[in-house]
């Protein structure tokens, strides 16, 4: 079955909090991906995974770092979470040597007071 | 990098009627376009793609519509039925695994 998964889905957290999302794949997808989506801006790339331990910078980066250790799982880590950081964050997954269609999680609602 | 811009960013049709969304991309490298939908309150899934290679392709009621030469690409949706009514988002590659997103249309289907 084919499936992107992400933990938790919804989250409160208070402005300076450590904040951990975590995806995880069943496809042995190789690349990972993290978006954060707000109203009016659609769908804004955080970090790409193309393996473990091969991250790079998406197009917002700054505030954000992502750990991937095992290729079905990807995290990603607010250190010192900012108010403008609420947004809906998904994770999505696809084949290696692409492009391919894209698998996305569920997402995760975060809201930083 | 890449522009991808939906211009519309809402739609409104009658059911049964066709809608069609359109989509242009500045980077001419792009030579993958797929085409996500995102049901209220859910996640996004892919519905349909075109690739550089061909000017057309469909899908049961999807058609998707790719000219290389204006850069841009649309998708059509026949004989809209309530299901359909969702947020689209277009989006285009250089064949790599980076894609860049349109910010998406609104598309409501009224009975």
């Known amino acids: 079955d084919m499936k992107v998964t992400q933990m938790p889905r919804y989250l409160i957290k208070r402005m300076g909090e450590n904040v951990l999302l975590e995806c995880g794949q069943d496809m042995s997808h190789e690349t990972m991906y993290w978006y954060r989506q707000d109203p009016g801006l659609g769908l804004q790339l955080i970090y790409i995974?193309?393996?473990?331990?091969?991250?790079s910078e998406g197009d917002i980066p700054k505030g954000y770092r992502v750990s991937r250790k095992k290729r079905e799982h990807f995290s990603l880590i607010l250190d010192s979470a900012k108010t403008n950081q609420t947004s809906v964050y998904f994770c999505?997954?696809?084949?290696?040597?692409?492009?391919?269609?894209?698998?996305f999680g569920p997402g995760t609602r975060l809201t930083v007071l | 990098g890449e522009k991808v811009e939906q211009h519309e960013s809402t739609l409104s049709v009658r059911e049964g009627d066709s809608a069609v969304i359109n989509c242009t991309y500045t980077?001419?490298?792009?030579?993958?376009f797929p085409w996500y939908k995102q049901e209220a309150g859910k996640s996004l899934h892919f519905v349909i793609d075109i690739r550089s290679n061909v000017d057309r392709k469909q899908s049961q009621r999807l058609i998707v519509l790719l000219d290389k030469k204006a850069k841009r690409f649309s998708l059509h949706i026949t004989a809209t039925q309530p299901e359909d009514s969702a947020i689209y988002f277009c989006?285009?590659?250089?064949?790599?695994?980076?894609?860049?997103f349109g910010d998406g249309t609104q598309l409501v289907v009224k009975p």
């Open positions: 989006a285009a590659s250089k064949g790599n695994n980076r894609i860049f």
């Open positions: 980077d001419t490298a792009s030579s993958y």
């Open positions: 995974s193309y393996d473990v331990d091969s991250n």
């Open positions: 999505a997954s696809s084949r290696d040597w692409g492009p391919y269609e894209q698998y």
